[in-house]
Nanobody, 117 residues
């Protein structure tokens, strides 16, 4: 089992920045991919960014490319999502997840990000 705890969400204005954190614990060595997803009201969940543990491969969704950065601290088993130049459409609940081969088996409880004008 792997446990994930997200933090860092909040209410911000357009153009502001936020950094989300996700601390992993448990059998984390069994997972390679760490990803951030989001689900906006009335929309499907979508992947925002992902990073692999072993090779550090990074994927960032086109919708946030150039504004969001994913990185991890192996010593703390923590993955971060740095979100800059936030837009109204970034409003969503953000989830951290870990897994392998594109399949994410463990999910956090989510942290809400609200961007206002």
């Amino acid at each position: 089992q792997v446990q994930l705890v997200e933090s860092g969400g909040g209410l911000v204005h357009v153009g502001d920045s936020l950094r989300l954190s996700c601390v992993a614990s448990g059998r984390t060595s069994t997972t390679d991919a760490m990803g951030w997803f989001r689900q906006a009201p009335g929309k499907d969940r979508e992947i925002v960014a992902a990073i692999t543990r072993r090779r550090g491969n990074i994927h960032v969704a086109d919708s946030v490319k150039g504004r969001f950065t994913i990185y991890r601290d192996p010593a703390k088993d923590t993955v971060y999502l740095q979100m800059d130049y936030l837009q109204l459409e970034d409003t969503a609940v953000y989830f951290c997840a870990v897994g392998n081969g594109g399949q994410y088996d463990y999910w956090g409880q989510g942290t809400r990000v609200t961007v206002s004008s």
